[in-house]
């Protein structure tokens, strides 16, 4: 059974960084069974918007609102997926969710309703 668990969630100013991560169980990064793990977030009233993604081979995406501040990284040995997020300002203000799809759609790499796993979420806010 996958199992996603978000950590490192908080309360910073805006110019500051946070590092989350994603420890993942039920199935591994490297797996012959293509995943994708992606990050998304989401604020009231809102839709929820994709971040980042990562599949089995490394390959990664950002989304514009993020590319160049926020950086995935995977630790292959304890299956954890890590954001890093510089340079925050208070639009990312969220709640940040870990997903996976099983059998990655790279096609559909960002968008929500292809991920079967969810986690249950992290709070990130901003302040200006």
């Known amino acids: 059974q996958v199992q996603l668990v978000e950590s490192g969630g908080g309360s910073v100013q805006s110019g500051g960084s946070l590092r989350l991560s994603c420890a993942a169980s039920?199935?591994?990064?490297?797996?012959?069974?293509?995943?994708?793990t992606a990050w998304f977030r989401q604020t009231p009233g809102k839709d929820r918007e994709g971040v980042a993604v990562i599949d089995k081979d490394g390959r990664t995406e950002y989304s514009e609102s993020v590319r160049g501040r926020f950086t995935l990284s995977q630790d292959n040995a304890k299956n954890t997926l890590s954001l890093q997020m510089t340079s925050l300002n208070p639009e990312d203000t969220a709640v940040y969710y870990c997903a996976a799809q099983r059998f990655c759609n790279w096609d559909y790499r960002l968008r929500p309703v292809s991920y079967h796993y969810w986690g249950q979420g992290t709070q990130v806010t901003v302040s200006s």
């Open positions: 039920g199935y591994s990064f490297t797996s012959y069974v293509s995943y994708c």
